[in-house]
């Protein structure tokens, strides 16, 4: 007998057939004696159809509102698990976030878990399924909260970590992590196991079949993960630490994401404590700049100063930009319409020339590199968003993933 947290993303939940289906998985589990806590999603396409009413009301909704918005989607797919479950004659129950309670810090919808009470679930867990709503908890004032888009997956980590399940399963819509996003590179090829490391930086990058704070806090307190499909029996992808991981190959993965956006300031004093007064008032508003670039401009006197930012900051960075007082440029550009595409792999680090064969083979696409960033086991870079399959492919191709 073992304790197991088996998380159900929206796809798997998607409709009430796919929830009698899930319920099916639970109740084998229950046969062979398995204590379970189920973690779910909202249903597909939920979260955003809730999202676009609450822009429909004002395209800035208030955010406290927005989680109480959020969550319900996540409230109704555990109402129907727990009656599907019980259909079955599985005893079941479902907890809300507030009942358990599910401890949160940090500002509206991007909150962290910090707390999960377990007394109450753990004892019922000897006689029935716990069903919990991923993506949500409380705060210490008693406001309802969500943690960030694809939060489940990290609802289902926390509480594997405070319930100390034996394994956590991410039930999802494909049959595991893959060298590249199988539904846009059907070339891509399924990994049996990956290294915390790896699936963290592929997640960060665009890689969204995990969450990345979910891998973090899996990193963390050396959770092993399965990812794997609703669909079908087959064996999925695990996620643990790197001993007894494979590195023969240079390069595991490439993602894309599109989030991001660059802008330039040009013509800017080249003078000590300049680029601190253009970073401060971002880092102070909480906006996270990823890459940074600097060129020494045409009159040699000035500077061009290129970064990147999540496009749904682009609006606020610019009147930051323009706010700030302690900056002198002579032009100010954007451009919204760019992705990063991120090559990944821990035997990156034994292996040269990974950098130049990524440069060279973007060049034979004629995919002109618009900034860079590097880390020891990921390698991004910044192209026009309407090459980003091209690219994908390209350098899936050439570091042998095909
Ligand atoms: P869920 O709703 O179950 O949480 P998500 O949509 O969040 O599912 O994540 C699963 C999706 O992640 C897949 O359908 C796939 O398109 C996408 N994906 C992106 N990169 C990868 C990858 N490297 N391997 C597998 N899936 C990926
Ligand atoms: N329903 C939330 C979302 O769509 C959380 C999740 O599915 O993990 O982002
Ligand atoms: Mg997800």
Redesign the pocket.
Same mark, same amino acid.
């Given at each position: 007998m073992v304790k197991k947290v088996l998380k159900f *993303? $929206?796809t798997s939940v998607g409709t009430t057939q796919r929830i009698h289906h899930v319920a099916n998985i639970i109740k084998k589990e229950r046969e062979i004696g398995n204590k379970i806590i189920a973690v779910v %999603?909202?249903m597909a396409g939920?979260?955003n159809e809730l999202l676009s009413y609450s822009k429909n009301i004002d395209e800035n909704f208030e955010k406290r509102e927005l989680d109480v918005l959020l969550s319900s989607?996540?409230q109704v797919t555990c109402s129907l698990l727990a009656g599907a479950l019980m259909k079955l004659n599985i005893e079941a129950k479902s907890w809300l976030n507030w009942q358990i309670p599910i401890l949160t810090e940090g500002e509206h919808t991007n909150s962290r878990i910090i707390n999960i009470n377990i007394n109450k679930i753990d004892e019922y867990l000897n006689k029935g399924v716990a069903v919990v709503p *991923?993506?949500q908890g409380i705060s210490k004032d008693g406001d309802i909260t969500t943690i960030g888009? $694809?939060? %489940?997956?990290a609802t289902a980590v926390a509480i594997a970590k405070i319930f100390k399940a034996d394994t956590c399963e991410i039930y999802t819509d494909v049959d595991g992590v893959y060298s590249s996003d199988p539904n846009k590179i059907p070339v891509a090829k399924k990994i049996d196991k990956i290294s915390y490391d790896e699936m963290l930086e592929l997640s960060s990058v665009g890689a969204k079949v995990m969450?990345s704070s979910a891998v973090q806090t899996a990193m963390m307190y050396d959770i092993p993960l399965e990812v794997r499909s609703t669909f079908t029996d087959r064996k999925g992808t695990k996620i643990f630490s790197q001993e007894n991981i494979d590195y023969s190959k240079s390069v595991t993965g490439v993602a894309y994401s599109k989030d991001d956006a660059k802008i330039t300031l040009i013509g800017v004093e080249d003078k000590p404590g300049v680029a601190a007064n253009i970073f401060e008032p971002l880092n102070k508003n909480q906006i996270n700049v990823d890459m940074v670039i600097q060129n020494i401009s045409s009159d040699q006197n000035t500077t061009d100063i290129t970064f990147t930012i999540k496009r749904d900051d682009l609006v606020k960075t610019k009147e930051i930009l323009k706010a700030n007082n302690k900056i002198k440029y002579k032009n100010i550009s954007h451009n919204d319409k760019v992705a990063k595409i991120s090559i990944v792999g821990a035997g990156m680090v034994s292996t040269p020339g990974v950098t130049y064969r990524m440069f060279r083979g973007l060049a034979d696409s004629n995919i002109n590199i618009l900034a860079i960033s590097t880390s020891e086991i990921k390698l991004s870079v910044i192209i026009d968003e309407e090459k980003t399959l091209d690219a994908v492919k390209k350098l899936h191709t050439i570091f042998d993933l095909d």
């Open positions: *993303g $929206g %999603s909202a939920k979260t989607g996540e *991923g993506f888009r $694809g939060g %489940s997956d969450q």
